[in-house]
């Protein structure tokens, strides 16, 4: 049986050394596969912390299936060239929750790490701006062979660095004005 870190395992072919490309199925049992990972280990925890925007949508799966409460952090490196290009990191100034602050054992959520600089910075000023954190555990879908952190829950390993092309990225290439064209012959309800 494929090792869950074998990225053929979880039905994600590597194209090529540079691409990765994701199904929506595909990405639905990654974040399945998070789940029961994170289930396994143990860890109890009180509130999924997801960045966005990569990892609202594993944050919001989440948040459903261990029924606990969702808290979003934005935090970019990614911009220009339909999101291509890694920048400065740019972390908000607040976590939107319901919840009320962070506290107690909290699960950080994104969808991957890259360098790994965003994920230890985030980390590391959760720690500083909420003092009343307990544990903070980390989970990813893909970790990449350049990451200089290692996340507590990973789904898969990656032996090289590609892009990885997820189901939702042809938003950022698809524009207004097609999309009213494409459903102008449909009547507004």
Known sequence: MPSLHDSSANGVTQTSESDLWVTWAQYDDLVEQLAVQ?????????????????????????????NVPLAILAASSYRGSQGTEQGALQIAQQV?????????????????????????????????????????????????AASVVKPDYVVTVLSTNPWIHQPFERYDTVKLPELVEKWSGVPNK
Do not use: Y
């Not at 054992?105 to 890259?114: A, C, G, K, S, T």
């Open 96 to 144: 939107t929750s319901a919840a009320g602050p962070l506290s107690g054992n909290i699960l950080l959520v994104d969808d991957l790490v890259d360098s790994g600089v965003t994920f230890a910075s985030v980390r590391e000023h959760l720690l500083v701006a909420f003092p009343l954190i307990k544990a903070l555990k980390t989970a990813v879908l893909w970790q990449k």
């Open 38 to 66: 994170v289930q396994r280990s143990g860890f109890q925890f009180d509130q999924i912390l997801c960045l966005a925007r990569g990892g609202m949508r594993i944050g919001d799966v989440l948040s459903r299936v261990f």
